[in-house]
C-alpha cells in the first residue's frame, strides 16, 4: 500500500536528466505525509500513490539522493504531525506566516495557475479581458466555497456586491462544472490541473475551454518539519529541484497533466519557478492550499 511503501533510492553512482549530475544525500528516511486529492496525490485502485506532486517530489528525492516513505492521513493531522515532527515532509504547500514557525519551505517546484473554465460556444465569456469585468458583463462565475484565488478576486468578493451577487459557490468542483455545462454559470475558476482533470472525468473536455487570461498565478513547495527535517537536507531538496526543473522529464510531467495547447498558452506553466524572477514567498494560500 501506498501509505506504507518505502522508497529506497541508491546513494551511489549517477542520476541523469539528459546530463550527469551527482547525488546528493539526504541525512534520514523523509516520512511525507499525504491524503487524497487528484490530481495532486492520490491513490489509484490498486492502492499505489501516483499524481502531478507525487510525480515530482520522487523526481526531487531521488535527485537528492533521498530515502522516502508516505504516510495517509487528513490535512489538519498531517499539519500537527508536521508541527510535532512526527511528519517530515508534505507536497503542494502554501506559505504561510503561521506554518513558517514550524516548518521550513522547499524552492517552489511548479506553479499554481488559475484560470476562467468557459463552454466552448460561450463568446461573451471569451471576450472577458479580467475577473474584475464579470460585474458589468451580466456573466455567471461558478467558485469553490473556501478556496483562494488571489487578492483581485478576494477583493472584488469582498467589495462589491455585483459581483458577489454573480457568484455561485459550492463545496463541489463537479458540481459547478455541472452548473457551466448546464448553462447556470458562465465561467468557473479553477486551478488549471484540477479543472482539466474533472472535466476529464466527466467526459467533457471537448466542450469547454480555459481563459486565455489567468485570474492569477502562484507558487508551490514542499513543507518541511523543523524538528525532524535538518538544514543540509534542505539544501539538498532545494538544489534538487533547480537541477530537475531544468530536464525534460519535468516539462514531461507538467504536459501529461495538461494539453499541449494549455502549455502553448501559458509557457509559464513548464518553466523553472525556483530560479525565475517571481519566485517568492507568496503571502496568501494557493486555490487548493494543503
Same mark, same amino acid.
Given at each position: 500500500m501506498a501509505s506504507t511503501a518505502l522508497k529506497i533510492i541508491a546513494l551511489s553512482g549517477i542520476f541523469a536528466f539528459g546530463s550527469y549530475a551527482p547525488l546528493l544525500a539526504c541525512d534520514a528516511v523523509l516520512n511525507v505525509v499525504y491524503f487524497n486529492s487528484a490530481p495532486y496525490h492520490?491513490?489509484?485502485?490498486?492502492?499505489?500513490?501516483?499524481?502531478?506532486?507525487?510525480?515530482?517530489?520522487?523526481?526531487?528525492?531521488?535527485?537528492?539522493?533521498?530515502?522516502?516513505?508516505?504516510?495517509?492521513?487528513? #490535512?489538519? !493531522?498531517? =499539519?500537527? *504531525?508536521? @508541527?510535532?515532527?512526527?511528519?517530515?515532509?508534505?507536497?503542494?504547500?502554501?506559505?504561510?506566516?503561521?506554518?513558517?514557525?514550524?516548518?521550513?519551505?522547499?524552492?517552489?517546484?511548479?506553479?499554481?495557475?488559475?484560470?476562467?473554465?468557459?463552454?466552448?460556444?460561450?463568446?461573451?465569456?471569451?471576450r472577458l479581458k479580467r475577473i474584475s469585468d464579470v460585474p458589468t458583463s451580466n456573466l455567471r462565475v461558478g467558485a469553490h466555497l473556501g478556496s483562494w484565488y488571489g487578492y483581485e478576486y478576494a477583493r472584488l468578493f469582498e467589495q462589491s456586491?455585483?459581483?458577489?451577487?454573480?457568484?455561485?459557490?459550492?463545496?463541489?468542483?463537479?458540481? #459547478?462544472? !455541472?452548473? =457551466?455545462? *448546464?448553462? @447556470?454559470?458562465?465561467?468557473?475558476?479553477?486551478?488549471?490541473?484540477?479543472?482539466?482533470?474533472?472535466?476529464?472525468k466527466l467526459g467533457v473536455i471537448d466542450q469547454v475551454d480555459a481563459h486565455v487570461n489567468p485570474v492569477n498565478d502562484s507558487l508551490t513547495h514542499f513543507m518541511l518539519s523543523r524538528k525532524s527535517v535538518s538544514t543540509a537536507t534542505i539544501e539538498s531538496i532545494d538544489h534538487a529541484i533547480r537541477a530537475f526543473q531544468h530536464s525534460p522529464v519535468y516539462k514531461s510531467i507538467i504536459a501529461h497533466y495538461v494539453p499541449e495547447e494549455y502549455i502553448l498558452r501559458y509557457p509559464l506553466l513548464s518553466t523553472s519557478p525556483a530560479i525565475d524572477d517571481v519566485s517568492s514567498k507568496p503571502d496568501a494560500p494557493t486555490a487548493h492550499a494543503r
Open positions: 492520490y491513490e489509484k485502485d490498486d492502492g499505489t500513490l501516483t499524481g502531478l506532486d507525487v510525480e515530482i517530489l520522487e523526481n526531487v528525492l531521488t535527485t537528492a539522493g533521498c530515502q522516502w516513505r508516505y504516510t495517509k492521513m487528513p #490535512l489538519k !493531522r498531517s =499539519l500537527s *504531525a508536521l @508541527r510535532a515532527g512526527l511528519a517530515d515532509a508534505a507536497m503542494g504547500a502554501s506559505i504561510t506566516p503561521e506554518r513558517e514557525r514550524y516548518a521550513y519551505f522547499s524552492q517552489a517546484y511548479r506553479r499554481e495557475m488559475i484560470v476562467m473554465f468557459m463552454r466552448k460556444e460561450n463568446e461573451a465569456a471569451r456586491k455585483d459581483f458577489r451577487n454573480r457568484v455561485l459557490q459550492s463545496v463541489d468542483y463537479e458540481n #459547478l462544472y !455541472r452548473a =457551466l455545462l *448546464a448553462d @447556470r454559470v458562465d465561467v468557473v475558476i479553477d486551478d488549471i490541473f484540477n479543472g482539466h482533470a474533472l472535466l476529464l
